[in-house]
């Protein structure tokens, strides 16, 4: 029987900022409800209609960019690579290497909260591999696998 006594690991937008560099506009990531160190992560973006992005793409028809979706996962995955072997986030940086087999199956448009899933397929030392999800109310909107790496800072 699983232990109920432990709360789930959940992250504030301030815990969030502690760990990752970006600000405003790209912090694609407003909470985190729930972690398992080296395994996965679950957290979601507000999407708001006064995001920057939604004036040029498109106009008639806000819709959020696909890239910007697979961002707030490479950032979600981030968090899970902090959580799961802790760095110094204030002299190391986690860089995005590539995506793999990035799929989009359907849009994102203001008002929605994407739900973000994101696990690890592979660690090995600085670099990681995760496997990520974005969907809103269930329907699988993107899907992708990550590669990042924990770099040092430069002065």
């Known amino acids: 029987m699983p232990d109920r006594t432990q709360a789930p690991v959940t992250l504030d937008i301030h815990q969030i900022l502690s760990i990752l560099p ?8 407003d909470r985190v409800t729930e972690i398992t160190a080296n395994k996965c992560i679950r957290g979601y973006k507000c999407v708001a209609y006064n995001e920057p992005w939604f004036q040029g793409h498109f106009p008639q028809r806000p819709i959020m960019p696909g890239v910007l979706i697979l961002e707030s996962l490479t950032q979600l995955g981030g968090i899970l690579a902090y959580a799961s072997d802790p ?3 204030t002299s190391n940086l986690m860089f995005f290497l590539g995506i793999d087999k990035a799929k989009f199956r359907h849009t994102v448009t203001p ?8 696990e690890v397929l592979h660690h090995r030392s600085n670099v990681w591999k995760l496997r990520g999800e974005a969907s809103v109310d269930g329907t699988l909107c993107a899907e992708g696998e990550m590669l990042a790496s924990i770099v040092d ?3």
Request: glycine letters at 4%; a negative charge; charged letters at 30%.
């Open 87 to 89: 760095f110094d986030a």
């Open 111 to 118: 008002g929605d909260r994407l739900d973000l899933y994101a």
């Open 153 to 155: 800072r430069e002065p």
């Open 22 to 29: 970006h600000r405003y506009p790209l912090v694609m990531v």
